[in-house]
């Protein structure tokens, strides 16, 4: 996550936030963690559609002109603390 917090083109942030998800997704101790990382896939999926295949590869842009962009963001700083 500290990784993806520093990321700035949309497709490895969403590339990274699957992965890390998927690295985290049966693991009970980091359930809050799990939360946070759900909320930021839901954010990217709204405004990218979804995290694989090719709609992921066409969206090459910045992180900040998405609409939650921001927010993903914050999500992000606010996972690794």
Excluded: F
Excluded at 32 to 37: G, S
Excluded at 51 to 79: D, F, H, M, Y
């Amino acid at each position: 996550m500290t990784i993806a917090r520093d990321t700035s083109r949309v497709d490895i942030l969403c590339y990274r936030d699957s992965l890390s998800q998927k690295l985290l997704s049966g693991i009970v101790r980091y359930k809050n963690l799990h939360k946070i990382l759900k909320g930021i896939i839901e954010k990217l999926k709204a405004d990218v559609g979804p995290l694989t295949g090719l709609p992921v590869r066409q969206a090459t842009g910045i992180i900040n002109w998405l609409a939650s962009g921001q927010e993903v963001q914050r999500l992000c700083k606010a996972s690794v603390e």
